[in-house]
Protein backbone atom coordinates (compact mmCIF):
# COMPACT_ATOMS: atom_id res chain seq x y z
CA UNK A 1 0.00 0.00 0.00
CA UNK A 2 1.78 3.38 -1.13
CA UNK A 3 0.63 5.88 1.05
CA UNK A 4 1.08 9.68 0.63
CA UNK A 5 1.98 11.72 3.46
CA UNK A 6 1.37 15.62 3.62
CA UNK A 7 4.36 17.59 5.26
CA UNK A 8 4.16 21.15 6.84
CA UNK A 9 7.84 21.76 6.39
CA UNK A 10 7.39 25.69 8.31
CA UNK A 11 8.50 25.83 11.68
CA UNK A 12 11.16 23.25 12.30
CA UNK A 13 14.68 24.92 13.65
CA UNK A 14 16.79 24.07 10.97
CA UNK A 15 15.25 25.22 8.18
CA UNK A 16 12.51 23.90 5.27
CA UNK A 17 15.05 22.40 3.56
CA UNK A 18 16.07 20.38 6.19
CA UNK A 19 12.55 18.51 6.40
CA UNK A 20 12.75 18.72 2.17
CA UNK A 21 16.03 16.36 2.86
CA UNK A 22 14.45 13.99 5.22
CA UNK A 23 11.39 13.81 2.95
CA UNK A 24 13.82 12.85 0.45
CA UNK A 25 15.49 9.98 2.34
CA UNK A 26 11.53 8.82 3.18
CA UNK A 27 10.52 9.08 -0.81
CA UNK A 28 13.59 6.69 -1.09
CA UNK A 29 11.58 3.94 1.09
CA UNK A 30 8.32 4.02 -0.98
CA UNK A 31 6.52 6.86 0.89
CA UNK A 32 5.08 9.27 -1.57
CA UNK A 33 5.49 12.74 0.00
CA UNK A 34 3.50 16.49 -0.66
CA UNK A 35 5.43 19.28 0.58
CA UNK A 36 4.29 22.65 1.61
CA UNK A 37 6.22 25.53 2.44
CA UNK A 38 8.94 28.11 0.74
CA UNK A 39 9.04 26.40 -3.37
CA UNK A 40 12.19 28.21 -3.77
CA UNK A 41 13.63 26.68 -0.84
CA UNK A 42 12.39 23.28 -1.24
CA UNK A 43 12.24 22.79 -5.24
CA UNK A 44 16.28 22.68 -5.58
CA UNK A 45 16.55 19.89 -2.92
CA UNK A 46 13.81 17.63 -4.33
CA UNK A 47 14.39 18.46 -7.83
CA UNK A 48 14.37 14.46 -9.75
CA UNK A 49 12.83 12.89 -7.33
CA UNK A 50 9.28 12.09 -8.50
CA UNK A 51 7.70 10.71 -5.48
CA UNK A 52 7.98 14.47 -3.53
CA UNK A 53 5.32 17.10 -4.97
CA UNK A 54 6.35 20.45 -3.45
CA UNK A 55 3.22 23.09 -3.04
CA UNK A 56 4.50 26.96 -2.53
CA UNK A 57 2.96 27.55 0.98
CA UNK A 58 5.37 29.95 2.43
CA UNK A 59 3.14 31.43 5.06
CA UNK A 60 3.72 29.84 8.42
CA UNK A 61 1.35 30.24 12.14
CA UNK A 62 3.94 27.89 13.61
CA UNK A 63 5.11 30.68 15.97
CA UNK A 64 1.21 32.09 16.48
CA UNK A 65 0.28 33.06 20.02
CA UNK A 66 -2.90 31.90 19.63
CA UNK A 67 -3.12 29.07 17.17
CA UNK A 68 -7.00 28.85 16.56
CA UNK A 69 -7.26 32.19 15.10
CA UNK A 70 -4.23 31.77 13.61
CA UNK A 71 -5.89 29.22 11.54
CA UNK A 72 -8.94 30.74 10.71
CA UNK A 73 -7.21 34.05 9.78
CA UNK A 74 -4.57 32.18 7.63
CA UNK A 75 -6.28 29.46 5.47
CA UNK A 76 -3.06 29.90 2.92
CA UNK A 77 -0.32 28.65 5.73
CA UNK A 78 1.58 25.58 5.13
CA UNK A 79 -0.11 23.63 8.04
CA UNK A 80 -4.16 24.62 6.95
CA UNK A 81 -3.56 23.82 3.74
CA UNK A 82 -1.36 19.96 4.40
CA UNK A 83 -4.68 19.06 6.48
CA UNK A 84 -7.13 20.28 3.53
CA UNK A 85 -4.75 17.92 1.29
CA UNK A 86 -5.89 14.84 3.78
CA UNK A 87 -9.36 16.38 3.49
CA UNK A 88 -9.59 16.31 0.03
CA UNK A 89 -8.14 13.00 -0.50
CA UNK A 90 -4.73 13.77 -1.69
CA UNK A 91 -2.84 12.78 0.77
CA UNK A 92 -3.56 10.11 4.19
CA UNK A 93 -1.62 11.82 6.79
CA UNK A 94 0.10 14.74 8.10
CA UNK A 95 3.25 15.38 9.46
CA UNK A 96 4.75 18.61 11.16
CA UNK A 97 8.01 19.85 13.05
CA UNK A 98 5.89 23.15 13.72
CA UNK A 99 4.29 23.90 17.16
CA UNK A 100 1.52 21.61 18.10
CA UNK A 101 -1.11 23.94 18.59
CA UNK A 102 -0.97 25.11 15.32
CA UNK A 103 -0.65 21.32 13.84
CA UNK A 104 -3.94 20.32 16.10
CA UNK A 105 -5.62 23.30 16.00
CA UNK A 106 -5.56 22.99 11.83
CA UNK A 107 -6.32 19.75 12.15
CA UNK A 108 -9.58 20.11 14.36
CA UNK A 109 -10.87 23.23 11.95
CA UNK A 110 -9.63 20.63 9.15
CA UNK A 111 -11.30 17.38 9.05
CA UNK A 112 -12.31 17.68 13.13
CA UNK A 113 -12.56 14.96 15.45
CA UNK A 114 -13.47 11.29 14.98
CA UNK A 115 -17.25 10.22 16.38
CA UNK A 116 -17.47 9.97 20.05
CA UNK A 117 -13.71 11.47 20.65
CA UNK A 118 -13.61 13.95 23.68
CA UNK A 119 -10.08 15.34 23.18
CA UNK A 120 -7.33 14.37 21.08
CA UNK A 121 -4.37 13.15 22.23
CA UNK A 122 -0.65 13.60 21.66
CA UNK A 123 0.68 9.61 22.17
CA UNK A 124 4.55 9.12 21.64
CA UNK A 125 6.53 5.59 22.46
CA UNK A 126 9.37 6.82 24.30
CA UNK A 127 12.90 5.02 23.55
CA UNK A 128 13.73 3.43 26.54
CA UNK A 129 15.90 0.50 26.49
CA UNK A 130 14.62 -2.60 27.38
CA UNK A 131 11.30 -1.34 28.16
CA UNK A 132 9.85 0.92 25.94
CA UNK A 133 6.77 2.80 27.11
CA UNK A 134 4.19 4.74 25.46
CA UNK A 135 2.94 8.41 26.78
CA UNK A 136 -0.57 9.97 26.28
CA UNK A 137 -1.21 12.76 26.82
CA UNK A 138 2.20 14.43 26.08
CA UNK A 139 1.33 18.15 25.42
CA UNK A 140 -2.04 18.60 23.26
CA UNK A 141 -4.11 18.78 26.75
CA UNK A 142 -2.85 21.17 29.75
CA UNK A 143 -6.13 20.11 31.32
CA UNK A 144 -8.63 16.97 31.12
CA UNK A 145 -11.92 15.14 32.38
CA UNK A 146 -11.83 11.89 33.79
CA UNK A 147 -13.61 10.62 30.31
CA UNK A 148 -10.87 12.19 28.45
CA UNK A 149 -8.28 10.26 30.25
CA UNK A 150 -10.51 6.70 30.06
CA UNK A 151 -10.16 7.74 26.23
CA UNK A 152 -6.61 8.17 25.93
CA UNK A 153 -5.93 4.81 27.71
CA UNK A 154 -7.69 2.97 24.76
CA UNK A 155 -5.66 5.46 21.97
CA UNK A 156 -2.81 4.85 23.97
CA UNK A 157 -3.91 0.58 24.09
CA UNK A 158 -4.69 0.72 20.32
CA UNK A 159 -1.66 2.57 19.09
CA UNK A 160 0.87 0.06 21.35
CA UNK A 161 -1.13 -2.41 19.66
CA UNK A 162 -0.94 -1.54 15.85
CA UNK A 163 2.24 -0.16 15.84
CA UNK A 164 4.48 -1.65 17.85
CA UNK A 165 3.06 -4.90 17.82
CA UNK A 166 2.02 -5.18 22.00
CA UNK A 167 -0.70 -7.77 22.58
CA UNK A 168 -3.23 -6.49 25.23
CA UNK A 169 -0.75 -3.83 26.56
CA UNK A 170 -1.07 -3.06 29.69
CA UNK A 171 -1.87 0.41 30.90
CA UNK A 172 -1.44 2.68 34.19
CA UNK A 173 -2.15 6.19 34.60
CA UNK A 174 0.33 8.60 36.11
CA UNK A 175 0.08 9.38 39.60
CA UNK A 176 2.22 10.01 43.07
CA UNK A 177 1.19 7.13 44.50
CA UNK A 178 0.50 3.41 43.67
CA UNK A 179 -2.84 3.58 45.47
CA UNK A 180 -6.08 4.31 43.61
CA UNK A 181 -7.16 7.13 46.25
CA UNK A 182 -3.97 8.47 44.94
CA UNK A 183 -3.80 11.58 42.77
CA UNK A 184 -5.74 14.71 41.99
CA UNK A 185 -9.80 14.04 42.20
CA UNK A 186 -9.64 13.71 38.13
CA UNK A 187 -6.83 10.80 38.31
CA UNK A 188 -8.91 9.24 41.00
CA UNK A 189 -12.56 9.26 39.20
CA UNK A 190 -10.51 8.18 36.16
CA UNK A 191 -9.01 5.23 38.03
CA UNK A 192 -12.27 4.04 38.99
CA UNK A 193 -13.68 4.48 35.62
CA UNK A 194 -11.22 2.69 33.70
CA UNK A 195 -10.89 -0.47 36.21
CA UNK A 196 -14.75 -0.61 35.37
CA UNK A 197 -14.09 -0.09 31.71
CA UNK A 198 -11.23 -2.37 31.09
CA UNK A 199 -12.37 -5.54 33.95
CA UNK A 200 -13.28 -7.54 30.17
CA UNK A 201 -11.33 -5.64 27.51
CA UNK A 202 -9.11 -7.12 25.39
CA UNK A 203 -7.93 -4.68 24.08
CA UNK A 204 -5.85 -3.47 27.09
CA UNK A 205 -5.03 -4.72 30.49
CA UNK A 206 -5.40 -1.64 33.46
CA UNK A 207 -2.61 -1.93 35.83
CA UNK A 208 -3.19 0.67 38.15
CA UNK A 209 -1.48 3.75 38.94
CA UNK A 210 2.59 4.41 38.56
CA UNK A 211 4.42 6.93 39.66
CA UNK A 212 7.64 8.54 38.13
CA UNK A 213 10.12 6.29 39.31
CA UNK A 214 8.17 3.38 37.56
CA UNK A 215 7.85 5.15 33.87
CA UNK A 216 11.22 3.35 32.73
CA UNK A 217 11.08 0.13 34.71
CA UNK A 218 8.42 -1.88 32.30
CA UNK A 219 5.69 -1.51 34.93
CA UNK A 220 3.07 -0.65 31.92
CA UNK A 221 3.16 -0.43 28.29
CA UNK A 222 1.26 2.47 28.04
CA UNK A 223 1.03 5.70 30.78
CA UNK A 224 -1.81 7.72 30.78
CA UNK A 225 -1.90 11.59 32.02
CA UNK A 226 -3.20 15.21 31.30
CA UNK A 227 -1.07 16.53 28.66
CA UNK A 228 0.27 19.39 30.91
CA UNK A 229 1.60 16.16 33.14
CA UNK A 230 2.52 14.46 30.44
CA UNK A 231 5.14 17.00 28.74
CA UNK A 232 6.73 17.50 31.88
CA UNK A 233 7.40 13.90 32.35
CA UNK A 234 8.55 13.81 28.74
CA UNK A 235 11.02 16.45 28.70
CA UNK A 236 12.35 15.25 32.25
CA UNK A 237 13.49 12.34 30.83
CA UNK A 238 14.73 13.50 27.71
CA UNK A 239 16.90 16.15 29.72
CA UNK A 240 18.17 13.22 31.86
CA UNK A 241 19.43 10.94 29.22
CA UNK A 242 20.96 13.88 27.58
CA UNK A 243 22.71 14.81 30.65
CA UNK A 244 23.64 11.39 31.45
CA UNK A 245 25.02 10.36 28.04
CA UNK A 246 27.46 13.36 28.35
CA UNK A 247 28.35 12.99 31.44
CA UNK A 248 29.60 9.56 30.11
CA UNK A 249 31.57 11.02 27.70
CA UNK A 250 32.67 13.43 29.79
CA UNK A 251 33.81 10.21 32.28
CA UNK A 252 35.26 8.49 29.54
CA UNK A 253 37.61 11.29 28.59
CA UNK A 254 38.67 12.27 31.66
CA UNK A 255 42.32 10.63 31.88
CA UNK A 256 44.06 8.39 29.88
CA UNK A 257 43.21 5.56 31.21
CA UNK A 258 39.64 6.47 30.98
CA UNK A 259 40.10 6.80 27.24
CA UNK A 260 41.61 3.48 26.90
CA UNK A 261 38.60 2.19 28.38
CA UNK A 262 36.18 4.19 26.33
CA UNK A 263 37.47 2.77 23.86
CA UNK A 264 36.85 -0.57 24.31
CA UNK A 265 33.11 0.67 25.44
CA UNK A 266 32.51 2.88 21.93
CA UNK A 267 30.31 0.19 20.51
CA UNK A 268 28.31 -0.50 23.32
CA UNK A 269 27.86 3.63 24.01
CA UNK A 270 26.90 4.12 20.41
CA UNK A 271 24.02 1.47 21.02
CA UNK A 272 22.43 3.19 23.96
CA UNK A 273 22.89 6.19 22.75
CA UNK A 274 20.96 5.12 19.54
CA UNK A 275 18.52 3.54 21.59
CA UNK A 276 17.66 6.58 23.72
CA UNK A 277 17.46 9.51 20.17
CA UNK A 278 14.89 10.68 19.95
CA UNK A 279 15.22 11.29 16.44
CA UNK A 280 14.81 7.02 16.03
CA UNK A 281 11.44 7.23 17.22
CA UNK A 282 9.93 9.89 14.39
CA UNK A 283 7.74 11.94 16.60
CA UNK A 284 4.24 11.80 18.65
CA UNK A 285 1.44 10.51 17.27
CA UNK A 286 -2.28 12.77 17.15
CA UNK A 287 -4.63 10.58 17.43
CA UNK A 288 -8.58 11.40 18.14
CA UNK A 289 -8.91 12.97 14.50
CA UNK A 290 -10.57 11.79 11.64
CA UNK A 291 -7.20 11.26 9.56
CA UNK A 292 -3.64 10.58 11.33
CA UNK A 293 -0.80 13.13 12.30
CA UNK A 294 2.46 13.03 13.62
CA UNK A 295 4.12 15.95 15.19
CA UNK A 296 8.16 15.48 15.57
CA UNK A 297 10.53 18.07 17.25
CA UNK A 298 11.17 20.97 15.62
CA UNK A 299 14.86 20.89 16.39
CA UNK A 300 15.02 16.87 14.31
CA UNK A 301 17.93 16.96 12.01
CA UNK A 302 16.55 15.24 8.41
CA UNK A 303 17.22 11.68 9.66
CA UNK A 304 14.34 12.43 12.18
CA UNK A 305 11.75 14.10 9.92
CA UNK A 306 12.51 10.92 7.58
CA UNK A 307 11.69 8.76 10.50
CA UNK A 308 8.27 11.22 11.32
CA UNK A 309 7.19 10.71 7.69
CA UNK A 310 7.67 6.80 7.96
CA UNK A 311 5.90 6.96 11.14
CA UNK A 312 3.05 8.69 9.75
CA UNK A 313 2.51 6.01 7.19
CA UNK A 314 3.40 2.84 8.83
CA UNK A 315 0.40 4.56 11.29
CA UNK A 316 -1.82 4.59 7.83
CA UNK A 317 -0.92 0.92 7.25
CA UNK A 318 -1.70 -0.13 10.38
CA UNK A 319 -5.27 1.72 10.28
CA UNK A 320 -4.26 3.08 13.57
CA UNK A 321 -7.14 5.76 13.34
CA UNK A 322 -9.64 2.87 12.45
CA UNK A 323 -8.10 0.23 15.35
CA UNK A 324 -8.36 3.08 17.97
CA UNK A 325 -11.67 3.71 17.58
CA UNK A 326 -12.72 0.08 17.37
CA UNK A 327 -11.43 -0.62 21.05
CA UNK A 328 -13.09 2.74 22.39
CA UNK A 329 -16.09 1.52 20.71
CA UNK A 330 -15.93 -1.95 22.55
CA UNK A 331 -15.55 -0.42 25.79
CA UNK A 332 -18.07 1.80 25.56
CA UNK A 333 -15.69 4.33 25.97
CA UNK A 334 -17.00 6.95 23.16
CA UNK A 335 -19.00 10.19 23.61
CA UNK A 336 -22.52 10.04 23.53
CA UNK A 337 -24.14 11.42 21.27
CA UNK A 338 -25.21 15.36 21.66
CA UNK A 339 -22.72 15.81 24.52
CA UNK A 340 -21.40 19.24 24.50
CA UNK A 341 -17.99 19.97 23.95
CA UNK A 342 -15.84 22.98 22.63
CA UNK A 343 -15.11 22.99 18.80
CA UNK A 344 -11.80 23.81 19.88
CA UNK A 345 -9.52 22.57 22.69
CA UNK A 346 -6.51 25.01 21.49
CA UNK A 347 -6.06 28.00 22.96
Given at each position: ??V?????????????A????????????????????????????????????????????????????????????????????V???????????????????????????A?????????????????????????????????????????????????????????????????????????????????A???D???????????????????????????????????????T??????A??????????????????????????A??????????????????????????????????????????????????????E??????????????????
Amino acid sequence: MTVTVAVDANGADLGPAEVAHGAVLAARTGVRVVLFGPAAELAPVVAGEDAIRVVDAPVSIAKAPDPAAAVRGHPESSIVRAWAAVKDGEAQTVVSGGSTGAALAAGLFGIRRARGISRPALALPVPVPANPVTLVDVGANTEVRAEQLVQFAFMGAALASAVLGVERPRVALLSNGEEPTKGTPTVVEAHEALAARAKDSVALEFVGNVEGTSLMTGAADVVVADGFTGNVALKTMEGTSKVLLEAIRGAATSSARAKAGGLLLRGALGDLRADLDPEAVGGAYLLGLRSLGVVPHGRFTRAGFSQAIQLAARGVREDVVGRTHEALEAAGALRRSGASEPASTVS
